[in-house]
């Protein structure tokens, strides 16, 4: 069965601190890995790594997959109080009745204190 | 203007009601998926349509029961409301699914459904 195990579970940090969020995998023939953040609301989505995108960047926020390892760090530098949520992995697989069938992890709940 | 958007935000119900959520996007998707996210916050697939076909059923009660009018709308009616079908419900789009491309899939608010 599909599994996506994200750690840590939480972690505080001050305004300013590097975050690194850990997701790993068991999936069949994987196909995407993607990262949500999460606040109040509706799931945001940050970043899609394929196997031909294995590493992606925007601002402050920086994730790269390592399919040897079945894993995926989100990297959050300069980290401030907005970036205080829950960051969620998934994944999908290849096989055709996983399409689109993403399995999320539990995520990781962020708290930036100032 | 909003992506994807479900109503009602908020829906509080006795338990053996009967009740829908309903969800739009304008994004031109093809593709579009309802998830549920209990109490522990995890994110679970329920179902997903594409261009009015049902793609995705996943082990669900039967009691839950999606339609899909056209490519842009998709609601989730549920019968006999249980106390577990407490849950917050997110409706989700993305381009169609296909051999070649993974398209990451957009998510609406969310209706928080409390069954008591």
């Known amino acids: 069965e599909d599994k996506v195990v994200q750690s840590p579970l939480s972690l505080v940090v001050h305004e300013g601190d590097t975050v690194t969020l850990n997701c790993s995998y068991e999936?069949?023939?994987?196909?995407?890995l993607l990262w949500y953040k999460q606040e109040k609301k509706a799931p945001t989505f940050l970043f899609m790594l394929?196997?031909?995108?294995i590493e992606k960047k925007s601002g402050r926020l920086s994730s790269i997959l390592d399919k040897k390892e079945l894993s995926s760090i989100l990297n959050i530098t300069a980290t401030q109080t907005g970036d205080s949520a829950i960051y969620l992995c998934?994944?999908?697989?290849?096989?055709?009745?996983?399409?689109?069938?993403?399995?999320f992890g539990a995520g990781t709940q962020v708290v930036v204190t100032p | 203007d909003t992506a994807v958007s479900q109503t009602p935000k908020y829906l509080v119900t006795q338990m053996g009601n009967d009740k829908s959520i309903k969800c739009e996007q304008n994004?031109?998707?093809?593709?579009m998926y309802w998830y549920k996210q209990d109490s522990k916050k995890f994110l679970k697939i329920m179902f997903s349509?594409?261009?009015?076909?049902?793609?995705i059923n996943e082990t669900v009660p039967n009691r839950f029961s999606p339609k899909s009018p056209d490519k842009a709308h998709l609601n989730l009616h549920i019968n006999s409301l249980e106390l577990g079908d407490s849950a917050v419900y997110f409706c989700?789009?993305?381009?169609?699914?296909?051999?070649?491309?993974?398209?990451?899939?957009?998510f609406g608010p969310g209706t928080r459904l409390t069954v008591t």
């Open positions: 989700a789009s993305s381009q169609e699914r296909t051999y070649a491309t993974p398209y990451e899939q957009y």
């Open positions: 999936v069949t023939n994987f196909r995407s």
């Open positions: 394929t196997s031909s995108g």
């Open positions: 998934a994944v999908e697989g290849g096989t055709t009745d996983s399409w689109g069938k993403l399995q």
């Open positions: 994004l031109g998707h093809d593709t």
């Open positions: 349509y594409n261009n009015k076909e049902l793609i």
